[in-house]
């Protein structure tokens, strides 16, 4: 069953470890958070980068305004793991 989520002003769906619709700053994105290596948050300025670095060397770049999208987005590669 897909879990909506919300991440900005975006409701992404997440079902089976694929994220749909995630904004980036090339467009909305679906991402495998099974094959997310490494999720980097840079220093906050008036708004925070966060890189999804993937298995294949791509590199998605999430925009974080509210400064949450960091915590959904680790806790959604970690229940990929499980």
């Given at each position: 069953m897909a879990q909506t989520i919300a991440i900005g002003e975006?409701?992404?769906k997440?079902?089976?470890g694929i994220l749909?619709?995630?904004?980036?700053q090339t467009g909305a994105s679906t991402i495998d958070?099974?094959?997310?290596?490494?999720?980097?948050?840079?220093l906050p300025r008036e708004r925070t980068n966060i890189d999804l670095h993937m298995r294949n060397g791509?590199?998605?770049?999430?925009v974080d305004v509210e400064g949450a999208v960091y915590?959904?987005?680790?806790d959604l590669m970690i229940s990929t793991r499980d």
């Open positions: 975006t409701a992404c997440f079902s089976k749909t619709n995630l904004p980036t958070m099974s094959r997310v290596t490494a999720i980097v948050r840079h791509s590199i998605f770049v999430v915590d959904k987005l680790v």
